[in-house]
């Protein structure tokens, strides 16, 4: 029983700041990688920041110096940290966990945080 737990989203003003959590639990080993991703009314699902397990990150380009992704591997945690929002921030933002056990790969998603910004 794998589940993906997304926290922290909300309302925030343009400029402001919101810190999204992400924490998988049950019997999940083998994580490579997590990340966000976020859909906006209208848009296709993108990548915003994904982390490996050794600390590479990997950021799409509207968010880069405003965002960071960051981990805590011992608790299968991922946050990012998400400052000088602007109103194209606003979206559903989902939590990805990526990994692999013995050969099976696995790819799993939490149900989503919606953040707005208002401006």
């Known amino acids: 029983q794998v589940q993906v737990v997304e926290s922290g989203g909300g309302l925030a003003q343009a400029g402001g700041s919101l810190r999204l959590s992400c924490a998988a639990s049950g019997s999940i080993f083998g994580i490579n990688a997590m990340g966000w991703y976020r859909q906006a009314p209208g848009k296709q699902r993108e990548l915003v920041a994904r982390i490996t397990s050794d600390g590479s990150t990997n950021y799409t380009d509207s968010v880069k110096g405003r965002f960071t992704i960051s981990r805590d591997n011992a608790k299968n945690t991922v946050y990012l940290q998400m400052n000088s929002l602007k109103s194209e921030d606003t979206a559903v933002y989902y939590c990805?966990?990526?990994?692999?056990?013995?050969?099976?790969?696995?790819?799993?998603w939490g149900q989503g945080t919606q953040v707005t910004v208002s401006s």
């Open positions: 990805n966990v990526q990994g692999s056990m013995w050969r099976y790969k696995y790819d799993y």
